[in-house]
């Protein structure tokens, strides 16, 4: 699977219900935990990983169908490229216009990157959408 220009919206709701356990199975533990500063500390490290399961899902998206705007797709994709090439520090693609002002999460270029469950289930929410109505 080198390029893909549309996915079936099964496996978009598939993709959407798989993070959606992964986010309710956190929540368990975290009630469990009681405010365990361990958990507190588990947290962004849980959701940033959470950010490059979201991309790997469709990694093969083509990049005219995702557009350059600044969309949720390339807030996910500059999240994870930041993530994994850039130890966690926001760094945007010059190709790109993601735009603090605009954008789902409202990290501006050389913030590190700290999601907590609030704001990764805003950015998920927001993501897959956004695939829904591009790749469907």
Do not use: W
Not at 2 to 10: F, K, W
Not at 55 to 66: G, K, S, W
Not at 116 to 124: R, V, Y
Request: aromatic share 8%; net charge neutral.
């Amino acid at each position: 699977m080198l390029a893909v220009s549309s996915y079936p919206p099964e496996y978009v709701k598939q993709c959407r219900a798989n993070v959606d356990a992964l986010v309710k199975a956190y929540k368990k533990v975290a009630v469990a935990a009681k405010g365990d500063a361990a958990v507190t500390k588990f947290a962004p490290l849980f959701f940033n990983h959470l950010v490059l399961a979201l991309d790997e899902y469709f990694v093969h998206r083509l990049r005219n169908v995702e557009g350059k705007d600044g969309n949720p797709c390339n807030e996910v994709r500059v999240l994870a490229t930041s993530l994994m090439l850039h130890d966690g520090i926001l760094t945007v693609e010059k190709s790109i216009k993601l735009s603090p002002a605009t954008s789902v999460l409202g990290l501006e270029p050389g913030d590190h990157i700290d999601l907590d469950e609030k704001s990764f289930a805003k950015l998920a929410t927001a993501y897959f959408d956004e695939i829904a109505a591009r790749f469907t």
